[in-house]
Structures are given as C-alpha cells and as structure tokens.
C-alpha cells in the first residue's frame, strides 16, 4: 500500500535568520506592534489607542467578566480550531504534569513528592497557561494482583475477565485526580486527562500498564541495562505491547483498558473544567522500530474505533483490518459513550514525535482532535537539552508543518474539515533558543500546545532540565519564554498572530464574526512589560476591559470585517510613535 506524499504547504513560512538559521517568519507580518487600552467605542475609522504604565498594578487572573470568560465544555467541529459555546475560536498554552511513581497521580497532599498545590495552580494561571495535561495511570486505576505473565491473563486465547477490576479502587483513584481538576478550575485552568505510559511498564524501566497486563510470551522480564529508551528493543517488551495490540489473551488488555476510560469518562461527565481526554500517551510497537509500519497502523486505528466501525488507513483508501478480538466498540466510542460531547486528543505513533509521517487517517467519530508531540534526534541523552540548537528546531518546525499538512487527510463526514489539532508535549528543555523557536512556529501556525513539563517529579524517564518550575516554585528562566502574550478567545477567524518575547511586541490580525457577540480575549503576559508598562492599538474594534486586566477584551466594531490588535511594551507617544514602533516590529 502506497502511502501518499505529504506536502509540506507552510514550508515558506520558515526562513533562515543571520543568527541561528531557523527563524520562523508569518506571511504579512511586516507592518505592527504598536499600542494599547480603552473601553470606550471608537469611530470606526480611527484606532483605539490607550496606555497602561503602572505595571505594578496589573491584576492577577482571572480578570474576565463571566460573560466573556471561556467556560464549559468545547467543541471540534471540523477544521483546525476549537471553539467556545459563543462560537469564539479558542487556544490554549499550558503544561503536562504527571507523576509517574505510586501513587501514579498528583493531588493536593502537604510535603509528598505527588503533591499538586494551591501555589502550583496559581502559577501556571498567572503565567497566562489555561490548560494542563494532568496525567493517569493504568496500574493507578486497575492495579489488580500478581505479577507478569500470569496463566489467567497471559493464556492465548478468546479474551475474557481477568477479575482485576476493582469499582472502589477506581472511585478512590480517580477522587485524588477531581481534586487537581477543581483545583485547577477555581484558577480556571482546563484539564486535559492523559493516560500515560513510558515502555509500558516498571519491568522496562518506564510505567504506565499494571504488571498483572505484561505478558510476554515466556521470554524473560528483565530491562535492559543504560538509559531508558533502549527498553523499546526490548524483546521482551515487544512481545508485550503485541499481545495489547492483537488483544489476543485471555486477559483481554484492551477490553479492560477501555473499561477503565469508561469510568474516567462516567467520573468526570459533568465536571466543566474537563478540556478532554487523551486516550494513550506516545502509542508504539516493534514494527516501528524495525520497517513494516502497515500492521501498527490497522492496530493503532482498529484501538481508536473498535473493530465494528474502523477506521480508514492513513492513504484514505483502505479501511483499518482488526484483530478478530479486538473490543468490538474502541476506546473512542467508549470514552464519548460515558461522555457525551467529550474532545479526545488521539495521538499518532510515538516515531512520528521526530518528523516521521503520521499513521493515523480518517475516523467517523466527532469532537475528535489531532493530538501530536515535536521533539527533535539532536538531543543530549543526560539532560534532553539540543546538542545544536539550529538543526534541532529545524527538526521540530518541520515536524509541526508535516502535522499541519496531515491534519486534512483525517477528514470525517462528522469533521468534514479535518479535526482540530494541537500539540500535547514539546521542550523538555532548558534551551531559550529553541523553546523560541517553537513557540513562535506555534502562534504562526495558530496550534496550541501544552509544554513538557510542570516539575521534574523523579521522572524515571526524564531530567530536571525537562522542568519549567522547580520543586520549591520559583521558575527556571523558560518561563518568560513560555509566558506570552496571546489571544485565549477569538471572536472571528485568525488571520496572524505573532509575539516576540525578547521585545514584549504581540500582533494579532483576525476576520470578525458578527454572529459572536462574546469578545476577543488576548492574555497580556505582564512580566514582559513590568518595567515600562504597555500600550496597545485596536483597529475595527474597541477595547472593553479596564486598564492594566491580564485579560485584555476586544469587541468587535459593527462595520468591521477585519481586527487589528497589537500590543508593545512601553508607553504611547502619539500616532509617531505608533509608527515608528511598526517599523521597528
């Protein structure tokens, strides 16, 4: 089967800089950053134009009035954007957070390790985040009993009950996890559940699946010695995911599996703070380690949908082949069954995190969002710091234009437009340079993102230098480079969106939408202009907020067909100086 080509159709967005050769560059960004805050309706043919110079009172979230606020659940309704109740495309920025030793969760808890507090909460919102992909485990919500390669679950055969389930221990799990998701939403802070793995399980070095679900066919558990990864040649560890792919134990892997996301899904289907679910963390096999990807396609789409309604192949062609007994309803249907309306954030295979092609094509279920990560090969095996910065963003940027042009190729009669799309894992470094570098491919490609990760936790499969905060608060300095000014909610269709972090300078463009009457919300990352305050610029549109709100709030203009916002550090010294501040922008 012939896989067909994928263009790359942004590649002209990405031009070489005099300094690092990788700078990423939005079409029609050439006039813009200037200046900022009124509340006051304009003529419509002049621009609204307000300064705000006492940066030690700018407000701390959330600022925005409830009915400007993104609240309740989202929705994917074709097309690369998610939007709001009021029909506003909306983005997020945020962080992953899971801990990946027992109790495989984080939850309020003083002076443990897995403690997720007040004070974590409160300053992922005052770094403008609105989302974090909280991590779940496997063996946390269905540890069972016993060890590997037990004759009741490791048995081939037609699958069954393993008797693992325990209603009581989900129910007690999944307490400590709502605990995290209100606290969050107080902060209002979206939650994205992820259910996590790394190599599958302890045995191999990672975690995720309990040890009553690694059945390895008789060959020896036992991890390979040196870092982490080489566990993914792990024959051992092959037979393993095999025998959760093809389902094909008495055991039935997958069927409790799916079990296990109905409850979550049941759990939280009413919770509004609950962005989504993310049914499997970096899904992988052995014929991606070796050449003969076509099986792992058919399992990984035959996993999503259930074999009584696949999915197609990636070519858009042929549908999905499944294992005769795979659960007949998939994790999707599951999950959207116990949660009606929910988002799920499908992943591709694990190898396409380095600009290898994505398995997934297309399936007929709604509210479906393309769900990817971007990291690069040129990376230190200690720290996960780039050994060269240049040809690692150029690995990453490339990695998010495959993404944008693959994401058409998902198109559904329920997503006619392709589903939305959004990047769930990226950084895991202490590299200014790089996290530049993706982050300014992201405004210009309008994805959201969430950033690897919150704190360092002990991960057994990751560094300290992965960490955005330390385990005692303060920020490492990627923050000011992960807190940017941004538009959170926007009333029509964006045209550009650009910030420059070094200079504080944000530029938004977008096409009004006259049937939303909520406002545009643009997140003003103070820290970048503490020194000399900011000035921001509204033309077709007038600004609503008071000055110095984190959340800056634009309505549209009656007559507008197109917003202009841009937003400078410094103050406004008159229509010269806005000019002057374009040029320079």
């Not at 302890?202 to 080489?230: D, H, I, Y």
């Not at 720290?383 to 690692?392: L, Q």
């Amino acid at each position: 089967m012939k896989r067909r080509p994928v263009p790359d159709r942004r590649r002209d967005r990405i031009r070489g800089a005099p300094a690092t050769g990788v700078t990423l560059v939005l079409l029609g960004l050439v006039a813009a950053f200037a200046a900022s805050c009124g509340s006051a309706a304009p003529p419509p043919a002049e621009p609204v134009v307000q300064q705000f110079s006492s940066p030690a009172t700018i407000h701390h979230p959330p600022t925005v009035p409830p009915e400007a606020a993104v609240t309740g659940r989202l929705r994917a309704p074709g097309g690369p954007y998610l939007r709001d109740a009021s029909g506003r495309i909306v983005f997020f920025h945020g962080v992953d957070a899971v801990y990946k030793r027992a109790p495989f969760v984080l939850y309020p808890a003083a002076h443990k390790p897995f403690t997720f507090s007040a004070a974590d909460a409160a300053a992922i919102a005052r770094l403008g985040f609105n989302v974090v992909r909280l991590g779940l485990e496997w063996q946390g919500l269905e540890p069972g009993h016993g060890g590997p390669n037990q004759p009741g679950v490791c048995t081939p055969g037609q699958p069954g009950n393993p008797h693992m389930y325990n209603a009581a221990t989900v129910r007690a799990y999944l307490a400590k996890v709502a605990a995290t998701v209100d606290l969050l939403g107080r902060y209002h802070v979206y939650t994205i559940l992820d259910m996590h793995q790394d190599v599958w399980n302890q045995a191999f070095r990672g975690e995720g699946a309990p040890s009553w679900a690694v059945c390895t066919s008789g060959q020896r558990v036992k991890a390979l010695p040196g870092r982490w990864s080489r566990n993914y040649r792990n024959g051992a560890l092959d037979r393993a995911v095999d025998h959760f792919w093809d389902n094909d134990v008495v055991g039935n892997l997958q069927g409790q599996y799916d079990a296990v996301w109905g409850a979550v899904a049941r759990y939280f289907h009413t919770n509004p703070w609950i962005l989504g679910y993310d049914p499997y963390n970096e899904p992988f096999a052995p014929e991606l380690t070796v050449s003969d990807r076509l099986h792992f396609a058919s399992a990984l789409e035959c996993f999503y949908t259930g074999r009584h309604h696949p999915g197609f192949l990636s070519d858009v062609t042929d549908r999905a082949v499944c294992p005769p007994t795979d659960p007949g309803k998939g994790v999707v249907p599951t999950i959207q069954k116990a949660d009606p309306g929910a988002l799920v954030f499908v992943e591709p295979d694990l190898f396409s995190r380095h600009n290898q092609p994505s398995l997934l094509g297309p399936m007929n279920y709604p509210n479906l969002v393309f769900n990817f990560h971007s990291y690069c090969t040129y990376r230190s095996p200690v720290t996960g710091d780039p050994t060269a910065v240049d040809p690692c963003a150029t690995e990453a940027l490339t990695t998010l234009l495959r993404r944008e042009s693959e994401r058409p190729y998902l198109a559904s009669r329920i997503q006619p437009g392709g589903p939305a799309w959004f990047m769930s894992e990226f950084g895991a470094t202490h590299s200014l340079d790089l996290l530049r570098h993706m982050t300014g491919a992201a405004d210009a490609l309008q994805l959201g993102w969430s950033y690897w990760s919150w704190k360092y936790y002990g991960d057994p499969t990751g560094s300290s230098h992965e960490a955005l905060a330390q385990g005692d608060g303060h920020l490492f300095p990627t923050a000011e480079i992960l807190s940017r000014t941004y538009p959170q909610a926007v009333a029509g269709t964006p045209v550009t969106m650009s910030f420059e972090p070094l200079t504080g300078s944000f530029h938004l463009v977008y096409l009004a939408s006259h049937g939303v009457h909520a406002p545009t919300v643009v997140w003003v990352a103070r820290q970048h202009y503490r020194r000399r305050g900011y000035c921001t610029q509204v033309d077709g549109g007038h600004i609503v907020s008071p000055p110095g709100s984190s959340q800056l709030l634009v309505a549209n203009n009656r007559s507008a067909h197109e917003v202009d916002v841009s937003v400078v550090a410094g103050g406004c010294r008159g229509r010269a100086a806005l000019a002057a501040r374009r040029s320079i922008g």
